[in-house]
């Protein structure tokens, strides 16, 4: 059973605000993903990591950064929150090696709502 | 460019009424074929792995096939606890370790 945790699971703020989405795994992963998902709709991409120090941009270009200091956590921040940034953001890890190497395992995700 | 097309949108089944997802593909060099389940408000849940034509897979009700062009996740007599949506994605053989993912089926059973 996967374990990636993301905190908070809900959060309502206001409009300029700084706000970081926390996202952690205990199952020593490398790769670890950030995805925005509005309801009915895709996953778009936000950032992705290989390891430590290791982040890129994914398509979706959100205004947020990400940062790799540990294996196990990989924060997003929205520097200043719009109400365009209200979603679903989803943090994804997978393994390297084998079979294993392209599945990816999804926390349960943080609703936001931007006001 | 990976591309990923599920059909349909939406499903809506009776209790015990088998029926199929379809996810069609196109990608170059495929690493693998991916199935998920999500639950609405939650992150999805891994369901298969799919790496060659001919490959299937079983999970309780759910069976998953796969062809060059397309795979397909039957519903054997499903239950109300099989309504989800059903994501696809694929992995190809372009370098990076980004798959690409389909919109999803979204399937609804009535008891």
């Known amino acids: 059973e996967a374990d990636i945790y993301q905190t908070p699971r809900y959060l309502v703020i206001g409009t300029g605000k700084k706000i970081t989405l926390e996202c952690s795994q205990t199952?020593?992963?490398?790769?670890m993903y950030w995805y925005q998902q509005d309801p009915g709709m895709e996953l778009h991409l936000i950032h992705y990591?290989?390891?430590?120090?290791?982040?890129e941009k994914g398509d979706l270009s959100s205004e947020s950064t990400v940062s790799r200091i540990r294996t196990e956590h990989f924060p997003l921040t929205l520097e200043s929150a719009r109400p365009s940034h209200t979603s679903q953001y989803l943090c994804?890890?997978?393994?390297?090696?084998?079979?294993?190497?392209?599945?990816?395992?999804f926390g349960p995700g943080t609703r936001l709502t931007v006001t | 460019e990976d591309q990923v097309t599920q059909s349909p949108e939406a499903l809506r089944l009776q209790e015990g009424e088998s029926s199929s997802l379809n996810c069609s593909y196109t990608?170059?060099?495929?690493?693998?074929l991916f199935w998920y389940r999500q639950d609405p408000g939650k992150g999805p849940e891994f369901l298969f792995t799919?790496?060659?034509a001919g490959e299937e897979k079983e999970k309780e009700r759910l069976k998953a096939t796969l062809t060059k062009k397309e795979s397909f996740l039957h519903i054997t007599a499903p239950k109300p606890e099989d309504s989800a949506t059903y994501l696809c994605?694929?992995?190809?053989?372009?370098?990076?370790?980004?798959?690409?993912f389909g919109r999803g089926t979204s399937l609804i059973v009535h008891p």
């Open positions: 994804a890890s997978s393994d390297w090696g084998g079979p294993s190497t392209y599945e990816q395992y």
């Open positions: 994605a694929v992995q190809g053989s372009g370098g990076s370790y980004i798959p690409t």
């Open positions: 199952m020593g992963h490398d790769k």
């Open positions: 990591s290989y390891g430590v120090n290791s982040t």
């Open positions: 799919l790496y060659s």
């Open positions: 990608v170059s060099g495929l690493r693998g």
